[in-house]
């Protein structure tokens, strides 16, 4: 009967780990830039941990080896503690979801951790005192007197998030889909919470989790995920959007640049060689991009044909020159290949906005500003009379 029991609990477990995996694989395919994103995320991989510590807690269940019961005690708190911190989490990616720029001081961030740091100290001396829980000497788990507080508080942050998200949709501070997804979230795991708090060996809270979790991502997370199909950099949408955001919480000592490129004579090659190899030269570019910012703090993106963007928070009197001069001198390389029919030269121009400024122009004015010195460099390319692409043979 206990095998029978703890053989379906694994599975449902199990069910929701591949749900959250996908999900991951999912989202983990571009850098996330927003706090909520980095919630989002964060919040599937805790969900992963609680869930694999609950797997392996549960499968240790009345096994007798050397060491088997200190095991089980630090699987057991590392579910309890990861556990409660998704509650955490979701109230966290609810109201950056809401407020993007918003600043929480770290008082403001102690405070309400307060009881997730007094339940995670009761919870390890568990070990001596049994308050949260207790392992036999045969290796079975028993709740202890204070196990309530994990639900109470667990579900407390995610009744807070609840009524947070219902509020601001109600005052119509979140688009429709957006926002009942959001108000959904935090339901889901509530009723996993309460039920497993009432309802001994009940494990719907982690199906409930990655339900909550699988219905954001398919509304608004999903949404912020924009890529180019074909570079995979991030797409215009996207960096309108994290433009915008860097916009807002940019703080005093800090400059935020941007750098349009444009490839020069596109046309050319698609017109000589075909749009086929016109495609293969915007990947090709996109490459040299992403090796150039692999190990920078730059957000890449192709606008659209031949165009693209590179924004970057720099301190004040930072420059762009180095990342300016690799991207010409990985194009060097590239086009030292004798075998290529074109050669990748481009166009760029960068502008920039101290703290200060951005409170006297806006972020459509930054780019415009790179832009126009971008059409400068062009300009004189074309009246240099370069060419790049070489013309067919019969």
């Known amino acids: 009967m206990f095998l029978n029991q703890m053989i379906s609990y694994i599975e449902i477990d199990v069910v929701a780990l591949v749900i959250l995996v ?5 989202i983990s395919i571009r850098t996330a830039y927003f706090e909520n994103e980095i919630l989002f995320r964060g919040c599937i991989l805790v969900t992963i941990v609680s869930i694999l510590s609950d797997i392996f807690a549960t499968g240790l269940e009345r096994t007798t080896f050397t060491g088997a019961v200190e095991l089980n005690y630090i699987l ?20 950056t979801v809401i407020h993007p720029g918003i600043k929480i001081s770290s008082y403001q961030v102690q405070l309400m951790h307060i009881p997730f740091y007094v339940f995670s100290a009761i919870c390890i001396s568990s070990y001596k ?6 392992i036999s000497e045969a290796n079975v788990y028993a709740r202890g007197t204070l196990h ?29 889909d957006t926002g009942i997804y959001l108000v959904l979230l935090p339901i889901f795991p509530m009723a996993g919470v309460i039920l497993r708090g009432l309802v001994r060996g009940s494990n719907v809270i982690w199906a409930a989790c990655a339900i909550g979790l699988f219905l954001v991502f398919n509304s608004g997370q999903n ?40 490839l020069n004579c596109f046309k050319s090659i698609n017109d000589t060689y075909g749009h086929h190899v016109g495609d293969q030269a915007i990947k090709e570019f996109a490459q040299v991009l992403k090796r150039v910012g692999r190990s920078k703090d730059l957000f890449l993106a192709r606008l ?23 991207i ?27 703290y200060e400024q951005t409170k006297q122009m806006t972020a459509d004015d930054l780019v ?16 240099s009379g370069q060419r790049v692409v070489r013309l067919k043979t019969t």
Not at 129 to 134: D, N, P, R, S
Not at 332 to 350: A, H, P, T, W
């Open 223 to 262: 949404s912020m995920i924009m890529l180019d199909s074909l570079t995979r950099l991030n797409n215009r949408g996207r960096a309108e959007q994290y433009l915008a955001y860097q916009w807002e919480k940019i703080q005093p000592g800090k400059e935020l640049f941007s750098v349009m490129i444009d």
């Open 76 to 95: 057991d708190n590392i579910y309890f503690i990861s556990s409660l911190a998704i509650a955490y989490i979701f109230l966290g990616y609810i109201i």
């Open 129 to 134: 005192t049994g308050w949260i829980f207790t």
């Open 22 to 26: 996908v999900l991951l694989i999912n």
């Open 304 to 326: 659209g044909g031949d165009e693209f963007l590179i924004l970057a928070e720099l301190d004040e009197g930072g420059s762009m020159e180095p990342v300016m001069g690799q």
């Open 368 to 383: 415009i500003a790179a832009d126009e010195k971008m059409y400068e460099q062009k300009e004189r390319f074309h009246q």
């Open 328 to 354: 010409r001198e990985e194009l060097g390389k590239v086009n030292s290949d004798g075998n290529r029919q074109y050669k990748l030269i481009c166009s760029m121009g960068v502008a920039s906005a101290t």
């Open 148 to 176: 309530f507080l994990h639900p109470t508080i667990a579900g407390a942050m995610l009744l807070v998030a609840f009524f947070y998200a219902l509020y601001h949709f109600r005052k119509g501070n979140l688009p429709i």
